[in-house]
């Protein structure tokens, strides 16, 4: 963060620029990897009572989650998953890399955070040649794999049944409006989505697909922080900031691309300016 505020990141070469070669810089001002990381580190060393329920309930639209001491509360990082079964997709598929993964245990409950910054959510996965009928994309993935993990489709061989895990996949990224998530959200659309859906034993608690942004982030950071101690609330404070200044210049290479669009005949893009707040 404190690189790439105060620009001492690196620049990147023409020939990176333009791809002809990958650069080793770590930081690169298009990285969601960095994003994620920071966001998470800074997320992790506040009290998850001040700001995981919000979170949650803000990108459900629901009050799903209550303020708790959340107990062996983790938060893991570009944690691959288990393969999916194979006998329930027409394809292959590879392991699963979800971004952020955050689970508890009072009640046992796993959270799939995909993170995206300037870029949509994957069509599909390369192995799928679109014609089995079913979609591919990253989210109907990740909630896939949550659904398999979590233990919703009914086990083979398993000699006791098991109560599922809670589960709830969302997105994040400096805007709203991803439509995939609204698709998800609706049930029908969700179950005729899934391959082999009539191995659902259930779903968890409705809704579990969702999204949230940075505003989302300061809001609940910035409600909560009466609460917090000076070092949470500096932490809260120093992510506000850096996720502002990431999202301003999201800004300036939408607008770069909209110029060159407009002077090249092409409609401009239109954006949103960030605000700018702090915790007090």
């Not at 994003?35 to 639209?61: K, M, S, Y």
């Not at 850096?242 to 090249?264: D, G, H, I, M, P």
């Amino acid at each position: 963060m404190l690189a790439e505020i105060h620009g001492k990141g690196g620049n990147l070469c023409p020939q990176a620029r333009s791809g002809q070669i990958r650069c080793p810089l770590i930081v690169r001002p298009t990285s969601e990897d960095v994003i994620t990381g920071q966001l998470f580190q800074a997320l992790g060393c506040v009290n998850p009572r001040w700001w995981l329920p919000d979170l949650l309930n803000t990108a459900l639209g629901s009050s799903r989650f209550r303020k708790r001491v959340h107990r062996r509360f983790q938060i893991r990082l570009w944690q691959n998953q288990p393969r999916y079964p194979r006998e329930l997709l027409p394809w292959d598929e590879g392991s699963t890399q979800v971004d952020a993964v955050i689970t508890w245990e009072n009640p046992p409950t796993t959270v799939f955070i995909e993170a995206k910054y300037g870029s949509q959510l994957s069509a599909k996965v390369s192995r799928d040649d679109g014609q089995s009928g079913y979609p591919s994309d990253q989210l109907i993935r990740n909630i896939r794999v949550g659904l398999h993990h979590c233990g919703y489709f009914s086990p083979r061989g398993q000699l006791f049944d098991q109560p599922p895990r809670d589960l709830a996949v969302l997105v994040l990224s400096p805007t709203k409006g991803h439509p995939l998530v609204e698709r998800y959200r609706n049930k029908e659309q969700l179950i005729a989505a899934i391959p082999h859906s009539d191995r659902l034993t259930a779903l968890p608690t409705d809704p579990f697909v969702g999204q949230f942004d940075y505003d989302d982030v300061r809001s609940v950071l910035t409600h909560q922080s009466r609460w917090m101690t000076t070092a949470e609330r500096r932490m809260a404070e120093d992510l506000i900031n850096y996720l502002e200044f990431k999202r301003a210049n999201l800004l300036n290479r939408t607008n770069q691309v909209s110029n060159s669009a407009t002077v090249s005949g092409d409609p401009a893009i239109i954006d949103i300016p960030p605000k700018t707040v702090s915790v007090h």
